[in-house]
């Protein structure tokens, strides 16, 4: 099923990746050496019940926590602990918000302190590809060309592709079809078609693109151990382009970050 959503049922859904992308810009502020990844999680928790909303990662398939926190060579799904930050470390933190019965789920990660020049071009080029994947959910395009789109950009920058992990559809339940591989082939998978709602995630390895699961049977990280990027907005088909319903911009006012590169997805407002 293609799980299509109605134009009011996506702009119920606005309204939960709006939570996500406040609470993200509210943390980014919080984010710095010595704090610790737990405060983080507690105030997140807060920030999202007093907008109304509810955790959508706590207790989802048993999650413990509100968010999953995953420093330099994590991939994905850490679990928030008391060790502090430190100066140097990169950050991926996933929020998702349960408002209306429809989720919100995207990501960013994170500078801690002063970073090495080589991680910082991992995010630039992860980020990156996160728009260059959401310039191909069109009509016309299929999940291949999503993938596709997204595997030759990190890939000419000699990075790893995460295979075991993917993007999704997304709604009232956190994962629903299709899956959106970062990686794949042209022409290929489902046709996009008008009402997806979709979350486009690519995780970019600086090295391998092989991965290793930690003992907590939840934390992932690079086989090499070499850092992970990653990166994630929802967006919504409509009238055959993309729009997203999430944005970094609370994240780039918080750091200061001048950006356009949501501009060409964002929702038009008609004139008066
Ligand atoms: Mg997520
Ligand atoms: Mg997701």
Redesign the pocket.
Known sequence: MANLKSREEIELMRESALIVSQTLGMLAKEIKPGVNTLYLDQLAESFIRDHQAVPGFLGLYDFPNTLCVSPNEQVVHGIPNDKPLEEGDILSV?CGALKNGFYG?HAYTFEVGEVAEETKKLLEVTKKSLYIGIKAFCLGNRVGDLGNAIQSYTESHGYGVVRELV??GLGKEMHEAPEIPNYGKRGSGKKFLDGMVI?I?PMINQGTKNIRHFSDGWTIKTADNLPSAHF?HNVALIEGKPQLLSTFDYIYEALGIQSDEEVPFKRMVSKA
């Open positions: 996933d789920d993007g999704h979350a995630e994630e």
